[in-house]
């Protein structure tokens, strides 16, 4: 069974507009991280943003937001105001301790802003 | 900043052929991983090391070996290629697998092609 699972393989948006990436995951451990990172076309994966099990907010950065929903396991990323440059491969990722906290990523969502 | 790099961007080898990726990081990072990254798969752990000279098999290290001698480069090597091997591979570092420093930074990449 996948520990992170992302349904939408492709996304689109018109420039300047709100997106949300679907993110859902699997884990029996309390204590646990999420993360979203950005992958360009030139290849480089980015760090985003960062959700701790515990936070009780829900973690931003700039255009960034993580809507944290602990009892749906769910940690969809938001991105508002989307720009051309937002184009990009995102990935959900996890690390819990029953996985020796290695992070376990999940197979991406591709996002193109229209102009 | 830390700095992640990897010795090629792009590499074309012949099947059967024994082939060496490099990974170099900068900031004295405890932890290593090299990662496959396939489309509609995401991204999957070959191997990671947690220091110098040890290394734990991940989801997907079969034809794979690796080598950390120095605690700045970690070198994954593919022993005889294969064309299923053609892929990109993606290094990563971080300083612990603590969820209290989280992040993982990654390389540009390399694209593998087997013919």
């Known amino acids: 069974a996948q520990k992170i699972t992302q349904t939408q393989p492709g996304m689109f948006v018109q420039e300047k507009e709100a997106v949300t990436l679907d993110c859902t995951y699997d884990t029996s451990d309390q204590s646990y991280g999420l993360f979203w990172y950005k992958q360009p076309s030139s290849g480089e994966m980015i760090f985003l943003i960062y959700q701790g099990s515990y936070d009780e907010q829900n973690a931003t950065e700039g255009r960034y937001s993580l809507n944290f929903q602990k009892a749906r396991k769910s940690a969809n990323l938001v991105i508002s105001a989307s720009q051309l440059g937002d184009s990009a491969m995102y990935f959900c990722a996890m690390r819990e301790p029953g996985g020796s906290y290695i992070p376990t990523f999940g197979r991406g969502t591709s996002l193109i802003v229209h102009p | 900043d830390v700095k992640v790099t990897q010795s090629s961007r792009y590499l074309v080898k012949r099947t059967g052929e024994k082939v060496f990726l490099e990974c170099v990081q900068d900031?004295?990072?405890?932890?290593m991983f090299w990662y496959r990254q396939d489309p509609g798969l995401g991204l999957r752990l070959i191997y990671f090391?947690?220091?110098?000279?040890?290394?734990e098999k991940g989801d997907i290290p079969e034809g794979y070996s690796v080598s950390r001698e120095k605690k700045e480069r970690f070198s994954l090597i593919l022993e005889s290629a294969s064309t299923n091997q053609t892929s990109m591979y993606l290094c990563a570092s971080s300083l612990t697998l603590q969820l209290s420093s989280y992040e993982q930074y990654f390389g540009p990449g390399t694209r593998l092609t087997v013919t």
């Open positions: 090391s947690y220091d110098v000279k040890m290394k």
């Open positions: 900031m004295d990072h405890e932890n």
